[in-house]
């Protein structure tokens, strides 16, 4: 059943095939139109997560072809709503090429990798750069540098690989 019904239906989650009592467990009345309730609700609430994934990830593939467009921040984002609403989803994201083992390795263990730090902080202070020789107003262009320079803290605090990685080369 699954295999038909394609992307959108390969989590059990919205297929109703989960469980929380086991097959010989029985409900009557209230309790089962309570549970089922909490069931539509959570597969309301994992269709959510996944249209939204989807959103993010149609952003992200505007920029692999617009290179003004981030891919992988866009990507990091809808992983994570998939990781809640289509875990499958979320896993085709972690094996796409290039952009897949960085977003999972963010979304692991909140690692960036040297490279891709260079990147956006290169990326940032051109930015920053735009921002301060753009004609507006005081207030503006110092809320936007303030952004910018904490977004730059966050990227260069990161760890650079993966503590499994580092502990093993320290050996």
């Known amino acids: 059943m699954q295999e038909r019904l394609g992307i959108l239906g390969t989590s059990a989650y919205f297929l109703g095939q989960h469980r929380h009592l086991g097959p010989d467990a029985s409900m009557t009345g209230h309790a089962a139109a309570r549970n089922d309730r909490e069931d539509a609700a959570r597969r309301r609430l994992a269709w959510a997560w996944t249209a939204t994934g989807y959103a993010f990830f149609a952003v992200g593939l505007l920029g692999v072809v617009l ?13 994570a709503c998939f990781a ?10 972690y094996t796409w090429p290039g952009v897949g083992p960085a977003v999972e390795a ?3 263990h909140g690692v960036i990798a040297r490279r891709a730090k260079i990147s956006a902080l290169l990326g940032m202070a051109a930015g920053g750069g735009i921002a301060a020789l753009t004609p507006l107003p005081l207030p503006a ?14 990227v260069a605090s990161r760890p650079e690989t993966c503590p499994a990685v580092a502990e093993s080369e320290g050996e």
């Open 106 to 108: 963010f979304l692991s």
């Open 67 to 79: 290179p003004v467009l981030p891919t992988t921040i866009f990507w990091i984002i809808a992983a």
């Open 141 to 154: 262009t110092v809320i936007t540098l303030a952004v910018i320079a904490l977004a730059a803290a966050y």
């Open 84 to 93: 809640k609403g289509c875990p499958a989803m979320a896993r085709r994201i």
